[in-house]
């Protein structure tokens, strides 16, 4: 009668080897720390995306607000109208950077927001937006 063979180092008694050997322990741990790793950063890269898009989306409101608001005074003040402007955009969050107003009646207004990102520190957004009279002809005749 033979005895019984030995147990495999590192197993214990009674247990059954893994087919690759044991070599193979603990690799599992090492694979999940990788997706893991690969999965924050994914997800951190498009939180700082939204947060960028976002920022600018609150610099085009506030600029398309504020040529709105500086258009209807266009023509008869327009000093006034980029003060309002002014006021528009900084209740929106965002700061006016230029309005002008052209003889046309045509506003321009150009805004910047500032986000601060982890990775790259502080960066400013801006939006551009135009507005001005509108033309109703009457076509009935």
């Known amino acids: 009668m033979k005895a ?14 893994p087919a690759g050997g ?7 741990t090492i694979w999940m720390i990788g997706v893991m790793a690969v999965l924050f950063t994914v997800v951190a890269a498009v939180v ?8 600018r989306h609150r610099a085009q409101t506030a600029a398309d607000f504020g040529a709105l608001a500086a258009a209807r005074l266009a023509l008869t003040d327009p000093e006034r109208g980029c ?23 045509v506003v321009t207004v150009h805004t910047a927001v500032r986000l601060s990102l982890p990775a790259v520190g502080d960066r400013e957004v801006g939006g551009r ?13």
Do not use: F, H, M, Y
Request: net charge positive; with cysteine; glycine share 16%.
């Open 4 to 17: 019984p063979a030995a147990p495999a180092a590192g197993l214990r008694k009674g247990s059954v080897a």
């Open 83 to 105: 003060a309002q402007a002014a006021a528009l955009v900084a209740g929106n969050g965002a700061r006016l950077v230029r309005c002008s107003a052209g003889d046309d009646g």
């Open 129 to 141: 937006a135009r507005a001005g009279p509108v033309s109703i002809a009457d076509r009935a005749g």
């Open 48 to 55: 700082l995306a939204g947060t960028a898009r976002v920022a």
């Open 22 to 28: 044991s070599r193979e322990r603990g690799s599992a």
